[in-house]
């Protein structure tokens, strides 16, 4: 969005992202025990959305779980509940933040 008074673009997420193909969100995907850093790139390659994350302090967290027909902002709401996460958007980016997995 291009704010006139100010001169200045600002970048937002759409409402609800879809993913970039649609059959692609009818896919149901497993994931087991892999690295989180996995489900992030399945998401960002899913959606078209930058996912920025500490690939160090997030290097030794595993997950287990199944996506469905559910949002990107509800898996990725299940991820950071699994690996004690928060989640954001800034600049039309997702940003990851934790402390990590032990």
Known sequence: MF?????????HLSGEPMPLLAE?????KLFEDVLVSEVFQELE??????????KEILA????????G???????????CQTIGATHKEIDAQIIIESAGCQ
């Open 3 to 11: 704010d006139r008074k100010n001169e200045s673009l600002l970048k």
């Open 24 to 28: 692609a969100g009818d896919v149901k």
């Open 45 to 54: 390659t899913l959606y078209g959305i930058r996912i920025i994350y500490n």
């Open 60 to 67: 030794n967290c595993i997950i287990s779980t199944r996506f």
């Open 69 to 79: 027909h559910d949002s990107l902002n509800d898996k990725l709401d299940v991820v």
